[in-house]
Each structure stands twice: as C-alpha cells, then as structure tokens.
T-cell receptor, first 111, second 119 residues
Framework: AQRVTQPEKLLSVFKGAPVELKCNYS??????LFWYVQYSRQRLQLLLR??SRESIKGFTADLNKGETSFHLKKPFAQEEDSAMYYC?????????????FGQGTTLQVKP | DTGVSQDPRHKITKRGQNVTFRCDPI?????LYWYRQTLGQGPEFLTY????????KSRLLSDRFSAERPKGSFSTLEIQRTEQGDSAMYLC?????????????????FGPGTRLTVL
C-alpha cells in the first residue's frame, strides 16, 4: 500500500537551531517525493521536490531509498519558517499524478 | 490574482442538504484535482480531470459525490444528502500536465479551499 508517514505532529525549536522534519514512505514502485508547506492563512504550496535536488529557503531534503525516507532539513531555523509541512509522494509510473500526503507536521520556531 | 480560485470559501449546511463547490483552475492548465482534508490529516485524493474527462475517482468518493468539468475549464463538486462526516476542507489543484513531460516538473497549484461544515 502507498503511504506517507510523518511521525511528529508538532516540532518546536528555537530560532537558529537545526530543524529536521521526518518523512517515511511506503511504495512498491519508483516514487517522486515532495515537501509542501502551508503558512498561516495561506494556501498549500510546493516547497521542494526530490528530483530538483535544490535548496529552497535554506531547506534541503534527500531521498534515501534504502530507508524509504525523505526528511526535510534546515541548519538554522527562522521564525518565518513556522508553518505546517506536508510530505507527499506520487508515482512516476502512473499517469494520474495524484499526490499522497502525510498527516503533516507543525513547525513552531520560537524567538 | 491568477492562481486557483474556489467558491465559496466557507459553507455551513444542515445534514441532508445538497451543496456545490466551484473551482477555477489556472488558465490553460489541463489537469484539475480535488482533494479532501479532514482535521489533523493531510489532503486525500478524491478525483481528477484531464480537460473535461474525469479519469479516476477515489473510493472515498461515494455515490453522493459527483464532479464535473464541462468544457475543460472550471469544475464543480456536488455533495448530495450531506452527512456530518462530510465536514472537511475541500481543496482543488490544477496542473499543466504533459506540457513539460509526463511527470517531471508538473507542479500542482492549490486553491484556498472550501471549508464545509455539516450541522
């Protein structure tokens, strides 16, 4: 079964501390992994995807196929990073493009 | 604003009533997706359209739900005989599928959602 698991509902850190939001997935084929972010009173938006291998707003995520993980990391958290973060996957072999989301993790960066 | 728009933003209804939501995708996006998000959960796929054709429906979409995308532009999602369990945020997303390749770089752009409360 296809599944995305984000084990932490809430992650609270102080400004300047490192951040790691965990994401594990279960998928039998070859997935494409994403991180979406939703800031307060804003719509869901794409933060980054594994195929791009880029850093967005200081965040990076590496796909670890052995551990089936796609953790989101940032070395120094900023207050403006406070938001809800969703990990999501979609099939690279299916033509539907539908996304399967995890339950989400609220990141709270304290001053 | 050229993003995905949804109307209404909030809907409160009584159990048993019918409701209809509208989604206007980004112009020229050929794919349109509907998701449902309940409290404390991530969005869950409901159905999607390629132009005017509805190509897949989730098992979450009972026969009380119907979606259309006439002329391949805006889409409507109707829920008949609403139940309290239908209370959720209904999200719409659009994507320029196939323009840059089958799956690569085909980002889904989400609307603000319609929050449904069934009393």
């Amino acid at each position: 079964a296809q599944r995305v698991t984000q084990p932490e509902k809430l992650l609270s850190v102080f400004k300047g501390a490192p951040v790691e939001l965990k994401c594990n997935y279960s998928y039998s084929g070859s997935p494409e992994l994403f991180w979406y972010v939703q800031y307060s009173r804003q719509r869901l938006q794409l933060l980054l995807r594994h195929i791009s291998r880029e850093s967005i707003k200081g965040f990076t995520a590496d796909l670890n196929k052995g551990e089936t993980s796609f953790h989101l990391k940032k070395p120094f958290a900023q207050e403006e990073d406070s938001a809800m973060y969703y990990c999501a996957l979609r099939s690279r072999s299916s033509n539907t493009g539908k996304l399967i989301f995890g339950q989400g993790t609220t990141l709270q960066v304290k001053p | 604003d050229t993003g995905v728009s949804q109307d209404p933003r909030h809907k409160i209804t009584k159990r048993g009533q019918n409701v209809t939501f509208r989604c206007d995708p980004i112009s020229e996006h050929n794919r349109l997706y509907w998701y449902r998000q309940t409290l404390g959960q991530g969005p869950e796929f409901l159905t999607y359209f390629q132009n005017e054709a509805q190509l897949e429906k989730s098992r979450l979409l009972s026969d009380r739900f119907s979606a259309e995308r006439p002329k391949g532009s805006f889409s409507t999602l109707e829920i008949q005989r609403t139940e309290q369990g239908d209370s959720a945020m209904y999200l719409c997303a659009s994507s320029p599928w196939g323009v840059l390749g089958q799956w690569s770089y085909n980002e889904q752009f989400f609307g603000p959602g319609t929050r449904l409360t069934v009393l």
